[in-house]
């Protein structure tokens, strides 16, 4: 049973910088396609990033400068380190998880392409 949980959500101020991470079990990271997505009040859940085996990882353009994402095959997380946050950062923020590696960059940010899905973290970002 495939299972994620994501965790070190929080309130910070504009400006500041949060870690989230995303804890994988009943499936192996390195061999998983993994990404992170998040969802505004009233707007539909966007992928934020994502990483694929020993691929480059892929962002959304928006937020590339600001976001990294990476992960522990040993610990079998995956991270997304947050800088310069803003108030339209604020969110929930969900992982998701595939247990393939996938092709195409394209398909990386899509909702649809994961199977398994946390429960999420909320990040509050103040002005």
């Known amino acids: 049973q495939v299972q994620l949980k994501e965790s070190g959500g929080g309130s910070v101020e504009a400006g500041g910088s949060l870690t989230l991470s995303c804890s994988l079990s009943?499936?192996?990271?390195?061999?998983?396609?993994m990404a992170w997505f998040r969802q505004r009040p009233g707007k539909e859940r966007e992928g934020v990033a994502a990483?694929?085996?020993?691929?480059?990882?892929t962002y959304a353009n928006a937020l590339k400068d600001r976001f990294t994402i990476s992960k522990d095959n040993a610990k079998n997380t995956v991270y997304l380190q947050m800088d310069n946050l803003k108030p339209e950062d604020s969110a929930m923020y969900y992982c998701?998880?595939?247990?393939?590696?996938?092709?195409?960059?394209?398909?990386?940010?899509?909702?649809?392409?994961?199977?398994?899905w946390g429960q999420g973290t909320q990040v509050t970002v103040s002005s």
């Open positions: 998701g998880a595939a247990p393939e590696i996938k092709q195409g960059r394209w398909r990386l940010l899509l909702s649809r392409e994961y199977k398994y």
């Open positions: 990483i694929v085996g020993d691929f480059i990882p």
């Open positions: 009943g499936a192996a990271v390195s061999s998983s396609s």
